[in-house]
């Protein structure tokens, strides 16, 4: 299981640290992400990294914003969002897979329940 928290209503500029908490299991071994989804449109890939945290991968709107990490001692991945736009503005997912990563929703088989991110302009 995956629990996701730290969102909240924001303003433009502002930041945001979101963390994930696994239980149940240790994903220490596993590829983690973070998933975005606006109202109405699908949901998108933003930030995962590899098992040991020396690899990462962004999507091209965060790159330079937004810093992911995992501290694997404590079963948590974290997103770290600075200087935040009304665009970023969407339901973040945590997701967790055993494979490599991966920036397409079918790479992950576990998913947390989200947590809402609100930018206001």
């Known amino acids: 299981q995956l629990q996701a928290s730290g969102g909240g209503l924001v303003q433009a500029g502002g930041s945001l640290r979101l963390s994930c908490v696994a239980s149940?299991?240790?994903?220490?071994?596993?590829?983690l992400a973070w998933f975005r989804q606006a109202p109405g449109k699908e949901r998108d890939f933003v930030a995962s990294?590899?098992?040991?945290?020396?690899?990462?991968l962004y999507a091209d709107s965060v790159k330079g914003r937004f810093t992911i990490s995992r501290d694997n001692a404590k079963n948590t991945v974290y997103l770290q969002m600075n200087s935040l736009k009304p665009e970023d503005t969407a339901i973040y997912y945590c997701?967790?897979?055993?494979?490599?990563?991966?920036?397409?929703?079918?790479?992950?088989?576990?998913w947390g329940q989200g947590t809402q991110v609100t930018v206001s302009s």
């Open positions: 990294i590899n098992w040991r945290g020396g690899s990462t």
């Open positions: 997701a967790a897979d055993r494979g490599l990563p991966a920036t397409s929703v079918g790479g992950y088989g576990s």
């Open positions: 149940g299991r240790t994903f220490s071994s596993y590829t």
